[in-house]
């Protein structure tokens, strides 16, 4: 018991010495760059873009184009660090061939060679840069309202991704960061829109990260998940499901009730023409004239 006291004090004083350290801590904000250590950076990334992205988007990151005018790679001028975050970390660069469509992988490269590669494109003009994304700030129910509005057309409602034009697809986004999903955002990547401040503020942006990250591990509240597939996929398996379970009762109760007699031998049943009603009996087209004028 006398022992437990100071232990607790010194703890305190501990967390309290440690809180108050990170929270004057400049490397807690993003660390304002010396120019020296930005410029090795860049260095660094302009190696790495040498060997690896050159071949197609040229060694100055102008673009290249084929003897056809086709591009092999567009040019990055513009590109900002947001789209080389976005398409770095996603692994969709470097891709292994100009014909094929990028798509998510492993990362090629570790995360300090894509802080070095990053630096270097946005160093080649004024592109946007990597936004700030605070899911915590975010309200994830005001997220799932801009998330239908904006990205579930594309994107399907559960985030898992769907079917476009041409033959291309959205992707799923169970795999997507936050910051990933900032820098797509902001960039429109591919045949992605870009969405700017004026249609997504930071503080909305915030909101649908929240949003996916939330999808990515739903309470499934409607009871079983089925793969989370989407509602029409979905909706199908239940479809084909009770269909079959339709079928098979139908087939029971056929066997079961299979004596004839007990089906529509009865006068008046469905099925049979009573000869003592009227409207039954009466020949096609009988009746004209007397509801309506006849031509
Ligand atoms: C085999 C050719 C090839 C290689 C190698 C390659 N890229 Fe690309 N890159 C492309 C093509 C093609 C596109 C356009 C993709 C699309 O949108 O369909 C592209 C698009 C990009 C974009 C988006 C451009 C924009 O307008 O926002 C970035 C950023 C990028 N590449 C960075 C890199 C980096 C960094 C590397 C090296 C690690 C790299 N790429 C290697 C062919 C290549
Ligand atoms: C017109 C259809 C369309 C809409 C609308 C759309 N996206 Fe996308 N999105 C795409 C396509 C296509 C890609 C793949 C782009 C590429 O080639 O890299 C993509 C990629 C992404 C990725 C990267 C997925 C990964 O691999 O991690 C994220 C994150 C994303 N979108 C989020 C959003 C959000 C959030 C919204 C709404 C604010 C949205 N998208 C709206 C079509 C769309």
């Not at 010194?10 to 120019?35: D, E, G, I, K, M």
């Not at 909305?204 to 009871?223: K, M």
């Amino acid at each position: 018991m006398t022992l437990r006291r100071p232990s607790a004090l010194v703890l305190c004083t501990l967390a309290l010495a440690a809180a108050l350290t990170v929270a004057t801590s400049p490397s807690h904000a993003r660390p304002p760059q010396r120019p020296g250590a930005d410029a090795d950076l860049v260095e660094r990334g302009r190696q790495l873009f040498l060997t690896g992205c050159s071949s197609c988007h040229g060694v100055t990151g102008g673009g290249v184009r084929t003897r056809n005018g086709q591009f092999r790679g567009p040019s990055l001028r513009d590109a900002g660090e947001a789209s080389a975050y976005y398409y770095l970390t996603t692994g969709r660069m470097p891709l292994p061939d100009p014909g094929l469509p990028p798509e998510r992988k492993d990362p090629a490269y570790s995360p300090a060679e894509i802080e070095a590669l990053v630096a270097y494109v946005g160093s080649l003009g004024d592109g946007p840069k990597v936004p700030d994304v605070d899911p915590d700030q975010g309200n994830p129910a005001r997220g799932g309202v801009l998330f239908r509005q904006n990205c579930a057309p594309c994107h399907s409602a559960t985030g898992a991704g769907g079917a476009l034009s041409y033959g291309r697809s959205a992707p799923t986004l169970s795999e997507s960061e936050p910051l990933q999903v900032g820098t797509a955002v902001r960039t429109g990547p591919g045949q992605m829109p870009r969405f700017g401040r004026d249609t997504l503020s930071d503080a909305e942006l915030d909101s649908v990260a929240a949003y996916v990250r939330y999808l990515r591990d739903p309470d499934d509240r409607g009871g079983v998940a089925l793969g989370r597939i989407g509602p029409i996929p979905e909706g199908f398996f239940v479809w084909l499901v009770g269909l079959g379970a339709l079928v098979a009762a139908s087939v029971w109760i056929a066997r079961r009730f299979r004596d004839p007699v007990s089906l529509g031998s009865t006068p008046g049943g469905a099925g049979f023409a009573d000869p003592a009603d009227p409207l039954e009996a009466a020949p096609p087209g009988g009746l004209r004239g007397e509801g309506r004028d006849g031509p």
